[in-house]
């Protein structure tokens, strides 16, 4: 088959899956395909279906990149999974990929990086450097939100203006919020997440910038400072880094934070609290015990 063959059919398995699997794994199989099949045409060889040895050829030309091996274990499932989609035979079973995995693995290693911790205390510092200014009140809403909800960064950009509620008892308000769907709630039978005082009352500030019928709570901003469309889960990480460097942190903090890092602060602050296990998987929406226990394993 034919690059431009291989893409069509690579779009048409994506748009099958859609509402099946998370955005972001669609968006990983996007990306990994795409550059496999890149890789296929360079070598004249075909992509769908595959040949064990152009899959042997790819795992290595990714190691030489030093590419993770979790994001080459990652590549190397999407393969599989495409295959699988159309009903073809899964290549990557074949005894030349598990030597070249196996290689690799020795080559790189098979533990993924842990994500910088983004604590309270360094959500404080990094809330000091945010200002009343467009920017500087969707920066503030999207750390607190992010800290009191342990979202994901996939959860945090589908969050919707029209599920933010507001609870009033005895005289007391709080905020909370419907999350539709996760990666633990693949039926979308939704979740309700409360705020803190401070990411209730920030939320609220943000959300009265938005323009009428605004369905995305947290959106992109350009240089003049306009609101402009809603934000990609990929762009979390930059907001995280550049809001750190203007809180004046430390480059070697900077440096370990991702989209992940609010998640894992806040998981390791209920921790240090003294939450149990049952809590703190409820409020990170684990399934799994031995998950959270790799989020607060630098305590």
Known sequence: MDKNNAKQLLNTTLEKIEGAYAYSTIRAYKADFGKFIEFCEEHNEGALPALPSSIANFIIELSN?????????????????????N???????D?????????????????????????????????????????????????LVAYDTLCR????????????????????????????????????????????????????????????????IFTGINRANIIGSEVGAGQINRIYKRIARAAGLDESVIKGISGHSMRVGAAQDLLSSGASMPIMMQRGRWSKADTVMRYVEHI
């Open 87 to 93: 009903r073809l035979d899964d290549p990557t079973k």
């Open 65 to 85: 990149d030093k590419r993770s091996s979790a994001g080459i274990r990652r590549a190397l499932c999407g393969i599989s999974t495409i295959h699988k989609l």
């Open 95 to 143: 005894p030349d990929i598990t030597i070249e995995m196996r290689r690799m693995h020795r080559k790189l290693g098979r533990s993924a990086k842990q994500a910088g911790s983004i604590n309270l205390d360094i959500l404080d510092e990094m809330l000091l450097a945010t200002d009343d200014s467009i920017r500087g009140l969707r920066d503030r809403a999207l750390l």
């Open 153 to 216: 960064r996939s959860e945090l950009v589908s969050l919707q203006v029209k599920d933010v509620k507001i609870h009033i008892k005895n005289g007391i308000e709080s905020t909370s919020i419907l999350l539709r769907k996760s990666k633990t709630d693949q039926d979308s039978m939704g979740k309700w997440l409360r705020l803190s005082q401070r990411g209730g009352v920030a939320l609220m500030e943000w959300i009265q910038q938005l323009p009428e019928g605004q369905e995305k």
